[in-house]
T-cell receptor, first 114, second 111 residues
Framework: EAQVTQNPRYLITVTGKKLTVTCSQNMNHEYMSWYRQDPGLGLRQIYY???????DKGDVPEGYKVSRKEKRNFPLILESPSPNQTSLYFC?????????????FGQGTRLTVV | GENVEQHPSTLSVQEGDSAVIKCTYSDSASNYFPWYKQELGKRPQLIID?????GEKKDQRIAVTLNKTAKHFSLHITETQPEDSAVYFC??????????FGTGTSLTVIP
């Protein structure tokens, strides 16, 4: 089954404690991205990657890191989480297409930073 | 970069009525406009999309229209049903392939 898998689904952590949210896709998609979803603000892109070893900042990258060492995995790293990073996070993947292709989303990770 | 605005932010309709959600975009190079539906506690999922070489697309009760000159596109849902209740997001994508999402519309269909 084609899917994007995120882990964990829920996470409560304390300020400053490094954490990683994993994302894996089995569709051989080139393009992967991370979004955060906050009430009234929609889905805002944090980072994206067009292929292995190629990453770039989205609209809200401050406080986040990513890596793309393998095509299927795109982890999101919060090195020193702060309460303003409490949010719902989604990973998504897409095939690379000149005219736009469907994005497939993971199940979401609800992060609370206290 | 691209700026996508979406209206209204909330919408309530009676079951069987139609619902219309509108989005505008700023970058004339955008050429792909998907719509995603997010049910409560679930992930966003694509329901319909349109490319800039087409003015309208329909899939059963759902249709999307695109006006490239005015830079706006709309989602139309006819004969609404309670299971249509969800948050709907529009998005625009162009050169660079990034998606820029609207802020979402919470649709409630009242039985």
């Amino acid at each position: 089954e084609a899917q994007v898998t995120q882990n964990p689904r829920y996470l409560i952590t304390v300020t400053g404690k490094k954490l990683t949210v994993t994302c894996s896709q089995n569709m051989n998609h080139e393009y992967m991205s991370w979004y955060r979803q906050d009430p009234g603000l929609g889905l805002r892109q944090i980072y994206y990657s067009m292929n292995v070893e190629v990453t770039d900042k989205g609209d809200v990258p401050e406080g986040y890191k990513v890596s793309r060492k393998e095509k299927r995995n795109f982890p999101l790293i919060l090195e020193s989480p702060s309460p303003n990073q409490t949010s719902l996070y989604f990973c998504a993947s897409r095939a690379w297409g000149g005219f736009g292709t469907e994005a497939f989303f993971g199940q979401g990770t609800r992060l609370t930073v206290v | 970069g691209e700026n996508v605005e979406q209206h209204p932010s909330t919408l309530s309709v009676q079951e069987g009525d139609s619902a219309v959600i509108k989005c505008t975009y700023s970058d004339s190079a955008s050429n792909y406009f998907p719509w995603y539906k997010q049910e409560l506690g679930k992930r966003p999922q694509l329901i319909i999309d349109i490319r800039s070489n087409v003015g309208e697309k329909k899939d059963q009760r759902i249709a999307v229209t695109l006006n490239k000159t005015a830079k706006h596109f709309s989602l139309h849902i006819t004969e609404t049903q309670p299971e249509d209740s969800a948050v709907y997001f529009c998005a625009a994508s162009g050169t660079g392939n990034q998606f820029y999402f609207g802020t979402g519309t919470s649709l409630t269909v009242i039985p």
